[in-house]
């Protein structure tokens, strides 16, 4: 069992920033593509962002492009989210995910075999 632990969600205004980090495993971080999801009440899970392990490359949601940035710390197994510019359409439950397909779409959840309990992201207007 893999055990993801994100942190850094809150409460804040519109125009804010907050920066998520996801805590994984070694043995898991060290090779995994790595991303976030989000899920208001009511939607289904929707991707945000991913980083792959092997370049680093990184892919993001059009509603989010320009404005959050995912990065990862391999050193310290932690996979961040950087979130500026915040709109109250970004409130969220925000999950970090370890990509354990080899084939497939990256922006699909169904690619991702271990997932965080979320943390929660509110942006008041």
């Known amino acids: 069992q893999v055990h993801l632990v994100e942190s850094g969600g809150g409460l804040v205004q519109a125009g804010d920033s907050l920066r998520l980090s996801c805590l994984a495993p070694?043995?898991?971080?060290?090779?995994?593509?790595m991303g976030w999801f989000r899920q208001a009440p009511g939607m289904e899970r929707a991707f945000v962002a991913v980083i792959t392990w092997s370049d680093t490359n990184t892919y993001y949601a059009d509603s989010v492009k320009g404005r959050f940035t995912i990065s990862r710390d391999d050193a310290k197994n932690t996979v961040y989210l950087q979130m500026n510019s915040l709109k109250p359409e970004d409130t969220a439950l925000y999950y970090c995910a370890v990509r354990t397909a080899l084939f497939g779409n990256y922006w699909e959840p169904r690619e991702y075999g271990y997932w965080g309990q979320g943390t929660q992201v509110t942006v008041s207007s």
């Open positions: 070694g043995r898991t971080f060290s090779s995994s593509t």
